[in-house]
């Protein structure tokens, strides 16, 4: 069982992931971190993510490793993600990972979760329950900056939204598996809704399409 979770910056994705996973007693993946991950490499070598010999060659030995640490959350690294994210090479040296966790989840887990901008599209197009969330930019800006508040005090609100919104375009525009909702995911609008609601609205979908299936 594959459970997809899609959609822009600071929708909400990882938070619901997280909980759906634990829940279920499910695999979780955050695919973004595979992404930041790469990007903080191109970038400790002083070199541009959009540099594509040097962004293919890091995606391609990145290791278990590389996947943890406070530095990958920071706007900074989203952004080299973002641009490392638009080389076709990139993702597709990314991919495979990202399959067989989906496919042959570990420790004898029965599914798993994965969230980030094209699992329900390209990563696993096969998956039965698809989620798409969405939000403002504005509120979007306001979670994340709140985030990041919370470990750099000095963090600035206009400079979070501009980002979001530079991230947004670049993700959105790109050729490769751009940002979109897949055409059978379910769309939350989690503007008006916490993670709380949004965690009861996922689980009573999932819960209608697994009696669905008795
Ligand atoms: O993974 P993604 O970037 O989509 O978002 P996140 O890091 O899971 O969530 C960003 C922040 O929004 C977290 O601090 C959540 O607690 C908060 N939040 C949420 O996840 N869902 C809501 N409906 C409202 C707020
Ligand atoms: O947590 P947040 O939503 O801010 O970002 P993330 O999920 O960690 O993803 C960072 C960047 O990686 C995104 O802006 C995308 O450019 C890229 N990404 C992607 O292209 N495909 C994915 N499946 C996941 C992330």
Redesign the pocket.
């Known amino acids: 069982m594959i459970i997809a979770i899609d959609?822009?910056?600071?929708?909400?994705?990882?938070?619901?992931?997280?909980r759906v996973a634990d829940a279920m007693n499910y695999a979780y993946l955050?695919t973004?971190l595979l992404y930041r991950a790469t990007g903080a490499k191109v970038l400790a070598q002083k070199a541009d993510p959009a540099d594509e010999a040097i962004a293919v060659k890091v995606a391609e030995n990145l290791k278990a490793d590389d996947l943890s640490g406070d530095a990958l959350r920071s706007e900074k690294v989203g952004t080299a993600a973002s641009k490392v994210a638009a080389i076709p090479m990139v993702r597709a040296a990314l991919l495979d990972f990202q399959r067989r966790l989906a496919t042959t989840p570990p420790d004898g887990k029965r599914g798993a979760v994965l969230?980030g901008r094209d699992i329900g599209t390209v990563v696993c197009p096969e998956a039965p329950i698809k989620f798409y969330?969405t939000?403002s930019v504005e509120?979007?800006a306001n979670?994340?900056f709140?985030?990041l508040q919370e470990k750099n005090p000095a963090a600035i609100y206009e400079r979070v939204l501009k980002e979001l919104e530079e991230r947004d375009a670049r993700d959105s525009a790109r050729d490769v598996a751009p940002l979109k909702m897949a055409e059978d995911a379910i769309h939350i609008d989690?503007d008006r809704?916490?993670?709380?609601?949004?965690y009861d609205a996922v689980m009573a979908h999932i819960h209608t399409h697994m009696s669905a299936d008795d």
């Open positions: 959609g822009p910056a600071a929708s909400g994705k990882g938070t619901l992931a997280r955050d973004g969230d969330l939000a509120e979007r979670r994340r709140k985030q989690t809704l916490n993670a709380n609601a949004v």
